[in-house]
C-alpha cells in the first residue's frame, strides 16, 4: 500500500498564517430493498463544502479534539460523509446521509481507493463473460508484451501456487496489495473501468493508471495480454494484449509548491491532471452499491453473483492476523493495518469483539482515506462513514514526509470513535439482523 496525500494555495492563505456460481439472484436478501434515502438540508457556509448541522456538531462540541481541523478544514481538504441506517421491521434498510466540508470540485488523490470499484468489475467481468470453466478460482497467467509490463505466472501464496482472481481480491482488501489492484486493471481494462463509471453515474471519475509503479501514461494505456487455465493445464479464455484510445478533456489539477522527481527537488506544484481521480461522495456511494445495492439506482448495482458479494465482505473485514490464504506476516501487516477508523491503523490495537470494519483505505502523496461501513454485532448497530484528508504541512509531495501518525490516523480514529458513541445511543425502533455479515474467518 502506497502512503502519501493533498494541497496549495489554499495551505498559503490559511495556514500562511486511501468459484462455481449456484444462484443467479442478484441482490442478497439482507440488503435488497430500502425504504427512503432522505438527506438533510445542507448548510452553505461561505468558502466551505457542504456541511450538515449534525456533523458539525461532533467538531464543534470537541474542540479538544477537533478545533486543529475546524481551523485547518480547507488547508487539509478534509472532507466527511456519514450515513445513518434505520431498518424497518423486514430489516429493509432506509440511509440517510449527512456531510462535513464536502465539495466534488476539490481534487484530492484517492489512493488505493480505487481498487475497490475495479475490484467489483472484475467480477462483474467474470460473470458477464459466461465462459464455462472460467471463474474466481481458474489460474490466471498474465504475460508481457509491451513497455514496462511484468508477466505473473505463479502466486506462492495460494493453496496450488497458482495466481487467481479470488486471491487477487483478498489481497486488495487485506492489506490493500498494489500488485493485485495492477492485475485486474489489466484484465478489466482501463476503457472498460472508466466506461463502467460512467454508466454507474460516476462521470466524472477517471481511473487512468496502475499504482506504486512509475510508468508513462502510454503504457499504462496498454494492458498485458492473460490466459486462463483450468487445472488440467487446458485453456479455458484467452484476453489479447488492450489499448485504451480514450481523448480525455484536459483537466487542471496542481497540488502542492514543490515535489521531487527522481530525487530532485522541482520548485512547483505537482501536476495530477492524468492521475486517478474520484469524488468522496462518488466511492461512498460505491460502497452503498456494494452492501445495500437496493438503495442504488439499477445501473449503479454490480452485477455479481451472490457467492461474490460474500467473498468481498468476508475480504473487507477480515483482519491480515487471520488469512491462511494468503499469509502475511504479522509484524508488519497488523490487524490495524488497513483499519484507519476505530483503530487508527495503531500496531497495537486490538480488535473489539463483535466490531468489523468493512472497508478501503488509501494513503499516496499525502492524501489518507478511509471507506467504511461499520458493524457492531453485540450492539446491533451499523453505520457508513468515509473520509478524506491531506496530512502534509509542508506541502511537498512525493518525499515520503506525511504527517499521517501526527495528524490523520489520530483524527480518523477520534471522530469515528465520536460518531460510534453517538450510534450506541441513538434510538432505534426495530434492532437490524446482521447475520448475513457474519463469517468465520479461521476457514
Known sequence: MTRSCLFGVLLLLLLGCHSAKKTTTEVPAFSDTVTSITTPPAIPPAATGRTDSLLDQFFVQNPQLFDSIILNKLAWNVQVIYTQIDRNEKNEPALRDYFWNVDRNRYFYPASTVKMPVALMALQKLKE??????????????????????????????????????????????VSDNDAFNRLYEFVGPAAINENLRKMGYGEAQI??????????????????????????????????????????????????????????????????????????????????????????????????????????????????????????TTEFYSAYCKFFMMGADPKAVPRPGLRIFNKVGDAYGFLLDVAYVVDFENKIEFMLSIVMYCNEDNILNDDHYDYERIGYPFFKNISEKIYQYELHRPRKYAPDLNSLRFDYQR
Not at 498474465?142 to 482472481?165: H, L, W
Not at 452485477?303 to 491462511?324: F, W
Request: charged share 25%; hydrophobic share 35%; proline share 7%.
Open 129 to 174: 463473460l459466461g465462459v464455462r470453466g472460467l471463474d474466481l478460482k481458474t489460474t490466471m497467467v498474465t504475460g508481457a508484451d509491451y513497455s514496462g509490463q511484468t508477466p505473473v505466472y505463479n502466486d506462492p501464496n495460494t493453496p496450488d501456487g497458482k495466481p487467481n482472481i479470488e486471491q487477487y481480491i483478498k489481497r486488495i482488501f487485506l
Open 208 to 329: 487512468r493508471h496502475r499504482v506504486d509503479i512509475a510508468l508513462s501514461e502510454d503504457e499504462n494505456r496498454h494492458t498485458n495480454p492473460i490466459q486462463f487455465f483450468d487445472a488440467t493445464g487446458k485453456l479455458v479464455y484467452s484476453q489479447a494484449a488492450g489499448v485504451d484510445n480514450e481523448v480525455f478533456e484536459r483537466r487542471n489539477e496542481l497540488l502542492g509548491k514543490a515535489f521531487y522527481k527522481w530525487g530532485k527537488l522541482v520548485n512547483e506544484p505537482m501536476d495530477f491532471s492524468t492521475k486517478n481521480r474520484i469524488a468522496l461522495e462518488d466511492l461512498h456511494n460505491i460502497l452503498k452499491s456494494i452492501y445495500f445495492p437496493g438503495a442504488m439506482q439499477p445501473a449503479q448495482r454490480f452485477n455479481i453473483y451472490p457467492d461474490d458479494y460474500k467473498l468481498v465482505y468476508k475480504a473487507m473485514s477480515q483482519y491480515p492476523t487471520e488469512s491462511r490464504f494468503p499469509t502475511y506476516d
